[in-house]
């Protein structure tokens, strides 16, 4: 459904050191680092079918994020899951809501965690547990 998903940074080399850390737990690799036409950076992150930007907000106003909003990472074990927090963490992300762990409700069996990036933005690290 969805081809990618961008964020705003205040402080791209900041977000970028964030993103090759958590990322990397994920199995991406270096991002591609544009620049618009505007001279904003961009850092975009290739990954099994899918792209992750960071990028400067084009309109010049400081980046914001997204009250309400969630992006969420599927990962492919519980461990990976506590992994992503915990070196989210590691590099300037802020652990929020509960220990990652075992949740269960009307979705099933899930492991998740979440922390906030940098720059404020929620981030969810999502195992499904097979039934």
Do not use: W
């Amino acid at each position: 459904m969805l081809n990618h998903v961008m964020l705003g940074s205040n402080d791209i080399e900041r977000s970028k050191r964030f993103y090759d850390a958590v990322l990397g737990v994920l199995g991406a690799g270096e991002p591609i680092r544009n620049v618009a036409p505007s001279g904003h950076t961009r850092l975009f992150y290739r990954h099994d079918g899918s792209t992750f930007g960071i990028s400067e907000p084009i309109n010049g106003e400081p980046a914001t994020y997204a009250n309400g909003g969630t992006i969420g990472f599927k990962c492919h074990s519980p461990e990976q899951v506590k992994t992503f927090h915990d070196v989210a963490v590691a590099h300037g992300g802020q652990s929020i809501e509960q220990p990652p762990g075992l949740r269960s409700g009307s979705m099933g069996d899930l492991h998740l965690s979440y922390v906030r990036d940098p720059d404020g933005n929620k981030l969810c690290a999502i195992y499904r547990v097979k039934a």
